[in-house]
């Protein structure tokens, strides 16, 4: 199908796209990379008589580290963190993440900000900045502000952005010490949205204990969410085959399952248990110096 007319308004300013979300408000919506607006509107799910697109305004590309975080801009694509070397070492469950994201035609248009805007329950950069416990950079007529990741998922397909603000970028903060992650997901098909999926990121200490860990999950209720159970419970700790066995018990927890055409509940559940089992497993062997092959 063909969508509904529009207009179509392309900004060079972060100024003169607020001012356009100001005068337009709810009939605008804001294109970056497209890989879900655009589908809408051509099955005429979404009609919105005016597209405001970003594309042009230079300060929203690329990355850069800053005042203890890693600031990824709002139009930076999937493809660029999937083999951004230089980021591998410090931010692994960038690339982890994004190789997993659709087909590379959608990794080389879809942007970070624009998937995390879009809301879905089974964002797989949803449960990878939980993982990260970032935050959203958001711009509007009242100035900055930073979301935290946690509060930026209000329900399926709303975040918590005003009509008139646009997100501007995601910021992760610089872990400490040596890290590691690992996304782990199971679709129906290659590029397919997750039945359910699992993000952990784990930074250890000088002697060995967990510095810093996260767990988002995703697929597996109305919006991604958090494996606090797990988190907590693994801070402090090493990474023991008895603790792993504990933690990936605790992830699936926090979990809000529903039976659907694709699993029951209580699959969704055990397929966390297992990838959290998996996750940390492989992680314990990469910290401690060993191949990991996958």
């Not at 655009?38 to 300060?59: H, Q, S, T, Y």
């Not at 190789?99 to 998937?115: E, F, H, K, Q, Y």
């Not at 199971?186 to 990121?201: M, P, Q």
Request: some cysteine.
């Amino acid at each position: 199908m063909f969508p509904n007319s529009f207009e179509y308004i392309a900004p060079t300013t972060l100024t003169e796209t607020i001012e356009l979300l100001q005068r337009h408000g709810y009939d605008a919506k804001v294109l970056a990379g497209g890989q879900s607006l655009l589908p809408m509107m051509k099955l005429r799910v979404a009609a919105p008589p005016i597209l405001i697109d970003i594309n042009g305004i230079d300060e929203l590309k690329g990355w850069r580290e800053e005042n203890g975080f890693l600031r990824i801009g709002a139009l930076v694509r999937h493809s660029e963190l999937e083999h951004a070397d230089e980021l591998r070492a410090r931010y692994p469950l960038l690339a982890e993440t994004a190789v997993w994201i659709a087909d590379p035609l959608v990794r080389n248009l879809g942007t970070v900000c624009g998937s995390l805007a879009h809301a879905d329950p089974a964002s797989d950069w949803g449960a990878a900045m939980l993982a990260l416990h970032a935050q959203v950079e958001a711009i509007g007529p009242g100035g900055k502000r930073q979301i935290p990741i946690d509060d930026f998922f209000v329900d399926t397909f709303t975040p918590a952005l005003e009509e008139t603000e646009i997100a501007t970028a995601v910021l992760i903060p610089t872990p400490a010490g040596r890290t590691a992650g690992r996304y782990l997901k199971i679709e129906r098909k290659a590029g397919d949205f997750a039945i359910a999926g699992l993000a952990i990121h784990v930074s250890i200490a000088s002697d060995g204990t967990v510095a810093e860990a996260g767990f988002g999950i995703c697929a597996c209720g109305p919006i991604p969410l958090r494996g606090k159970r797990a988190e907590e419970y693994l801070l402090g700790k090493k990474l023991t085959p008895e603790t792993i066995e504990a933690v990936s018990r605790l992830v699936p927890e926090d979990a809000d399952p529903t039976d659907d055409l694709r699993g029951s509940a209580e699959y969704k559940r055990d397929v966390l248990r297992v990838f959290a089992k998996r996750g940390l497993s492989d992680i314990a062997k990469e910290l401690q110096g060993e191949v990991v092959l996958r």
